[in-house]
């Protein structure tokens, strides 16, 4: 059974415990926000970097656990990048090369709304990558997480799953909402025609990308409340032990 198979998209919570659960998790990253960025009493200088990956089923609330998760924050303790086609200029360089900018250091918090995981899916089943470029590309993801996450940098991933039904139900709402029909494309709509291409791109992503460093959490999207909070809670269990995983580095009084 494939991962995606095993997910459980009837999970739910109800309003009260949503309620509770969001505004806990919701402190409980802030105080570990505060504490990474060097900006508690008594607190250490600065801690890890945390950059949150997310990619996933297309409105399948990737923007709705963004929101969330920066709701409590200061606007200038984290960076929000959203990533689709590369610029002419960006398809010049390799292709993790634009992804690189955004990256934060150490103390610093990002969050990504797709990342260089699409060159495993939707230039691989697009055409936009070669075979071999796509096929090469496995490998240099996980060593580039791997070497931002040895440098102090902890890379936390995000799949966000919905059903075809779901989706629908979803596109259709888009589309009949002036204020949220930019969010809907027709590249969207063309996508749900090849979910089987896409299914089997995804599933290989997870086999050749899932490591101990990095790991994917599969989240199920089908009730927003249960996917929100998910995400708060796995990311605040993340940092904990990314703070703990932590060395500081000692660079000296003569460091420049």
Same mark, same amino acid.
Do not use: C
């Given at each position: !059974? #494939?991962?995606?198979?095993?997910? @459980?998209?009837?999970?739910?919570?109800?309003?009260?415990?949503?309620?509770?659960?969001?505004?806990?998790?919701?402190?409980?990253?802030?105080?570990?926000?505060?504490?990474?960025?060097?900006?508690?009493? &008594?607190?250490?200088?600065?801690?890890?970097?945390?950059?949150?990956?997310?990619?996933?089923?297309?409105?399948?609330?990737?923007?709705? $656990?963004?929101?969330?998760?920066?709701?409590?924050? &200061?606007?200038?303790?984290?960076?929000?990048?959203?990533?689709? %086609?590369? #610029?002419? &200029?960006?398809?010049?360089?390799?292709?993790?090369?634009?992804?690189?900018?955004?990256?934060?250091?150490?103390?610093?918090?990002?969050?990504?709304?797709?990342?260089?995981?699409?060159?495993?899916?939707?230039?691989?089943?697009?055409?936009?990558?070669?075979?071999?470029?796509?096929?090469?590309?496995?490998?240099?993801?996980?060593?580039?997480?791997?070497?931002?996450?040895?440098?102090?940098? !902890?890379?936390?991933?995000?799949? !966000?799953?919905?059903?075809?039904?779901?989706?629908?139900?979803?596109?259709?709402?888009?589309?009949?909402?002036?204020?949220?029909?930019?969010?809907?494309?027709?590249?969207?709509?063309?996508?749900? @025609? /090849?979910?089987?291409?896409?299914?089997?791109?995804?599933?290989? !992503?997870? %086999?050749?990308?899932?490591?101990?460093? $990095?790991?994917?959490?599969?989240?199920?999207?089908?009730?927003? /409340?249960?996917?929100?909070?998910?995400?708060?809670?796995?990311?605040?269990?993340?940092?904990? $032990?990314?703070?703990?995983?932590?060395?500081?580095? #000692?660079?000296? &009084?003569?460091?420049?």
């Amino acid at each position: !059974m #494939s991962r995606l198979d095993k997910l @459980d998209l009837n999970a739910r919570l109800d309003d009260d415990d949503y309620q509770k659960r969001l505004v806990a998790a919701q402190r409980r990253l802030l105080q570990l926000r505060l504490q990474i960025g060097g900006l508690l009493p &008594d607190g250490p200088e600065f801690g890890p970097g945390v950059l949150v990956v997310f990619e996933g089923s297309d409105a399948g609330g990737k923007g709705g $656990a963004i929101k969330r998760i920066v709701e409590p924050l &200061d606007p200038r303790h984290y960076r929000v990048s959203a990533f689709a %086609k590369p #610029s002419y &200029d960006e398809k010049r360089k390799h292709f993790l090369w634009r992804f690189w900018k955004e990256v934060p250091g150490m103390g610093g918090m990002a969050l990504f709304d797709r990342s260089w995981y699409g060159r495993v899916l939707v230039e691989r089943v697009e055409g936009y990558a070669t075979e071999d470029q796509w096929k090469r590309a496995y490998d240099e993801i996980v060593q580039f997480e791997r070497n931002l996450v040895l440098e102090g940098v !902890m890379v936390v991933k995000f799949w !966000m799953q919905i059903s075809p039904h779901e989706q629908l139900k979803r596109f259709e709402s888009r589309r009949d909402d002036p204020l949220r029909a930019w969010k809907l494309t027709a590249e969207d709509w063309r996508n749900r @025609d /090849k979910i089987d291409r896409y299914t089997d791109a995804v599933e290989e !992503m997870f %086999k050749r990308t899932d490591h101990e460093l $990095a790991p994917w959490h599969l989240v199920s999207g089908e009730q927003k /409340k249960w996917a929100r909070v998910t995400v708060l809670e796995t990311l605040v269990q993340e940092v904990e $032990a990314g703070i703990e995983r932590f060395e500081s580095p #000692s660079w000296g &009084d003569g460091f420049t």
